[in-house]
C-alpha cells in the first residue's frame, strides 16, 4: 500500500503557501491554553489527564487508577463514577447557571425556541422518565433517528441520564441503513420524529422509521416528535407520540451513577467492508477528552456564543454539539436547516443577528460559499467572530485563507481541527493562543497526544516526507473497541503497524514539523466531509437486478472534496442507458441514503484487475480524474483500461 496523493495537489498548495500567522498578542494573552500544557503533558501524560479529570469532571466516586492500558483495549479512569448527563446539565444549575442559555435553536422555516440549562435539566428527566416507562434499563440500547431538533441533543442526554448507551443515525439515512444498525446493537426502543425541514422542503423519517422497525425485532416501541405537524402511521401499542409519553412525566429523574467506562454511545462508519462498525464511545474518558478539547481549541469563555454547523447525527455533533460544549456549561446555536435555505445568507444572518462568537464547520461548507463569492458573507457584520473552527477533510490553504479573510474579517484565527469518529476528540489542531498557523496545515498533536508519520516499516519519516498518521498512545477519548466484534477492532486498527493505532490517513510533516493531512489511504471517500466506503456502495449498486459488478472510486470534487465515480458491468441481457444510469444512482441513493449517490458513474464491459483479480483501484482513480495512467504491469488484461478510457468522456454527472 503506497500514500496516494502524496505528490498530489496539496503539496503543490503546500510549496505555494509559504506565510505562517502568528497568534495575536491580545488574544493570547487571555487564551485559555497556554504553552506549558503541552510541557506538563509530555512530562507525564498520564498525570495530565488525571489532572483534567479531577478539575472539570464531577464524580459520584473518585476513580482510582488512571489509566490501565493493555493494548489495544484501554479503560480510563477505572474505579470512578459519574453521569454524563449530570456533568452536561445538572451541575451546572446547581452552581446557579440554570438561567443560561444552552441551545438557540432556530428552525430551517424560521421559527426559534431557547433552552437554558434548567429547561434542558428538566426537559431530559422527562424524556428519561419516558423511556423508563418504557421499559428502558440501564445498558439497554436506545436508536435514534431525528432531524435537527432540540428534542435530538435532548433524546441522547436522557438516555445518559439512566446509562441508556445510545446509537444516533444521521437523518439523511435509509431504512435499511437505519435497520443494519438496529440490529447490530439490538436497541430496544427508536426516538424519531414525523420528519424535518430542509431546503424549502419537508422532509419525512417516520415512513423511513416504519420501514426499518418492520425488520428489527428487538424494537418494543418508538418515540415520534411531531415537528412537521403531519400525519403520520402510528402503529398502536408501539408508536407513541413524544408530547403523549413525555410531557407529563415528572421532571425529577435522578442521574444513575455509572462506572467510567460504561458505554456512553455507539456511532456507526463505513469501514472497508460491507458491514459498518459500530464504534464504541464510553463516559468518563469520552467526556473528559471532548471537554478538554473543546475549552482548549476553541478557547471557550463564559460569554461566547458557539456555534458548530454540524449535524448531530455525526461524530461533530456528538462531540462538539453535545457532549463537549454542555459540559463546559457553553451557550450554544442549533440549526436545522441547510446553509442555503432560503438563500445563501442564512448562515450569515444568523452569525450577525445571534453574534456567533465561535464558529465551527466543514472545509466543503466553506469552498461552497467561496463559489457563492465574497459580497454574500461581506453584506454582514460578521465582526463577533473570535475563533474559526473547521473538520472532516482537509482544507485546501485557499479555503483556509478566505476563511480566514473574508469571514474572519483577516484577523480571526483558523483552527484546522484532525480528529475521527475513532479518536472522539480533537486530535491535532493548533491552540488559537499559542501555535503559530500555516493555511492548510494541522499543525502538532494537542497537549497529551501522541501523533506521528511513518513509513510502511512503520519508522518515524523525517521532515519533509509523508507517510502514514499513527497515533502512538492511549487517549480518554478513543473508542474502546468496534460493537460485538474485538477481533475487528484490533485488526482494523492495530495491526497495520505494532503497537499504534493506524487512523487511515496519510500524512506529510514538513521542514518545521508541521502535520499536513493528505486524505485517506485505504478505500474510504470523503463526501462532503463524511466517510463513505467504496464497498458499500458497490454493494447497493450490485443490490440492483441489472448489475453483475460495480467498482467505485472517489473523484477531486472542488466543493464537496471527494465526489462518487461509479463503474457498473451490467448483467448480459441488459442495456446500458442514461435512464438506467439515473435509477441506479437513485437506487444507491435509496438503500444507503442521498449522501451516498454517485454523481458519476459510468458504464463498462470489464474492470482493471490484478491477476489475483483485485480491482486495480488506482487506475480507476486516473480514469476518473482523466489523469495518465500509472503503472500497469500488474494488469491482467491491459487492453480493459483502453476501452474504458475511451469511454470515459460519457460519464454522466
Ligand atoms: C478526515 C470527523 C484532514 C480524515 C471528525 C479522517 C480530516 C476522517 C480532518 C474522519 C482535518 C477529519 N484534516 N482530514 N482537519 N478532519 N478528516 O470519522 O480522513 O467522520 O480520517 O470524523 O475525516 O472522519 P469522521
Redesign the pocket.
Known amino acids: 500500500m503506497s500514500v496516494e496523493r502524496g505528490t498530489g495537489p496539496e503539496i503543490e498548495n503546500l510549496l505555494a503557501e509559504r506565510r505562517t500567522f502568528p497568534p495575536d498578542p491580545a488574544f493570547a494573552a487571555r487564551a485559555n491554553a497556554t504553552a506549558e500544557l503541552y510541557e506538563e503533558a509530555e512530562a507525564d501524560y498520564e498525570a495530565f489527564w488525571a489532572r483534567q479529570a479531577r478539575e472539570r469532571l464531577s464524580w459520584f466516586t473518585e476513580p482510582t487508577q488512571t489509566l490501565e492500558w493493555d493494548l489495544p483495549f484501554a479503560k480510563w479512569f477505572t474505579g470512578g463514577q459519574l453521569n454524563v448527563t449530570y456533568n452536561c446539565v445538572d451541575r451546572h444549575v446547581e452552581a446557579g447557571n440554570g438561567d443560561r442559555v444552552a441551545y438557540h435553536w432556530i428552525g430551517e422555516p424560521g421559527e426559534t425556541r431557547t433552552l437554558t440549562y434548567a429547561d434542558l435539566q428538566r426537559e431530559t428527566a422527562k424524556a428519561a422518565n419516558a423511556l423508563l416507562e418504557l421499559g428502558v434499563r440501564t445498558g439497554d440500547r436506545v436508536a435514534i433517528y431525528m432531524p435537527m431538533i432540540p428534542e435530538l441533543p435532548i433524546a441522547m442526554l436522557a438516555c445518559a441520564r439512566i446509562g441508556a448507551p445510545h446509537t444516533v443515525v444521521f437523518g439523511g439515512f435509509s431504512a435499511e441503513a437505519l435497520s443494519g444498525r438496529i440490529n447490530d446493537c439490538g436497541a430496544k426502543v427508536l426516538i424519531t420524529a414525523d420528519g424535518g425541514w430542509r431546503r424549502g422542503k419537508k422532509v419525512g423519517l417516520k415512513h423511513h422509521a416504519d420501514e426499518a422497525m418492520a425488520s428489527a425485532p428487538s424494537i418494543e416501541h418508538s418515540i415520534v416528535v411531531n415537528r412537521l405537524g403531519d400525519d403520520v402511521n402510528m402503529v398502536h401499542g408501539r408508536d407513541r407520540w413524544w408530547h403523549d409519553i413525555v410531557d407529563g412525566q415528572s421532571d425529577d429523574c435522578p442521574p444513575v451513577p455509572v462506572d467510567s467506562e460504561h458505554m456512553l454511545y455507539l456511532l456507526y462508519?463505513s469501514g472497508t467492508t460491507a458491514k459498518p462498525k459500530g464504534i464504541l464511545h464510553t463516559s468518563a474518558g469520552y467526556l473528559l477528552g471532548t471537554a478538554f478539547t473543546h475549552w482548549a481549541v476553541f478557547d471557550l469563555k463564559p460569554d461566547d456564543i458557539y456555534w458548530c454547523a454540524a449535524d448531530i447525527g455525526?461524530?461533530?455533533g456528538h462531540s462538539y454539539i453535545v457532549y463537549g460544549p454542555l459540559a463546559n456549561g457553553a451557550t450554544g446555536l442549533l440549526y436545522e436547516g441547510a446553509p442555503d435555505a432560503p438563500t445563501w445568507d442564512r448562515w450569515w444572518e444568523i452569525v450577525e443577528q445571534h453574534k456567533v462568537t465561535i464558529l465551527y464547520c466543514a472545509p466543503t461548507a466553506i469552498r461552497a460559499f467561496m463559489k457563492q463569492g465574497e459580497e454574500i458573507p461581506k453584506a454582514h457584520d460578521l465582526s463577533s467572530l473570535r475563533v474559526l473552527g473547521?473538520?472532516?477533510?482537509?482544507?485546501n490553504p485557499e479555503a483556509w485563507r478566505w476563511y480566514r479573510d473574508v469571514i474572519g474579517g483577516g484577523t480571526t484565527p483558523v483552527v484546522?481541527?484532525?480528529?475521527?469518529?475513532?479518536t472522539g476528540q480533537i486530535m491535532?489542531s493548533p491552540l488559537p493562543g499559542v501555535t503559530t498557523t500555516k493555511p492548510g496545515s494541522?499543525t502538532f498533536p494537542l497537549p497529551g497526544i501522541d501523533a506521528d508519520v511513518v513509513d510502511g516499516d512503520g519508522n518515524s519519516v523525517p521532515k519533509g516526507s509523508g507517510g502514514y498518521l499513527v497515533l502512538k498512545r492511549p487517549w480518554p477519548g478513543m473508542l474502546r473497541g468496534i460493537y460485538g466484534d474485538p477481533e475487528r477492532y484490533r485488526e482494523t486498527y492495530w495491526s497495520r503497524f505494532e503497537g499504534m493505532y493506524f487512523?487511515?490517513?496519510g500524512a506529510k510533516r514538513d521542514e518545521d514539523g508541521y502535520l499536513w493531512?493528505l486524505?485517506?489511504v485505504d478505500d474510504?471517500m470523503?463526501v462532503a466531509?463524511?466517510?463513505i466506503s467504496t464497498t458499500e456502495v458497490e454493494s447497493a449498486l450490485v443490490d440492483h437486478q441489472s448489475v453483475a459488478e460495480a467498482a467505485v472510486v472517489g473523484k477531486t470534487d472542488p466543493i464537496s472534496g471527494q465526489a462518487i465515480f461509479a463503474f457498473v458491468i451490467l448483467k448480459a441481457g441488459q442495456e446500458a442507458s442514461d435512464h438506467l444510469g439515473v435509477q441506479l444512482r437513485e437506487h444507491v441513493a435509496y438503500v444507503i441514503g442521498p449522501i451516498a449517490r454517485p454523481k458519476f458513474l459510468m458504464f463498462v464491459p470489464d474492470l482493471p484487475k490484478t491477476r489475483s483479480g483485485k480491482i486495480m483501484r488506482r487506475l480507476l482513480r486516473d480514469i476518473a480524474e482523466g489523469r495518465q495512467l500509472g503503472d500497469v504491469t500488474t494488469l491482467a488484461d491491459a487492453t480493459v483500461v483502453d476501452t474504458i478510457r475511451e469511454n470515459s468522456g460519457k460519464a454522466e454527472d
Open positions: 462508519t455525526w461524530v461533530t473547521s473538520v472532516g477533510e482537509p482544507i484546522d481541527t484532525w480528529w475521527q469518529t475513532e491535532i494541522a487512523a487511515g490517513d493531512l486524505g485517506r474510504v470523503n466531509g463524511h466517510r
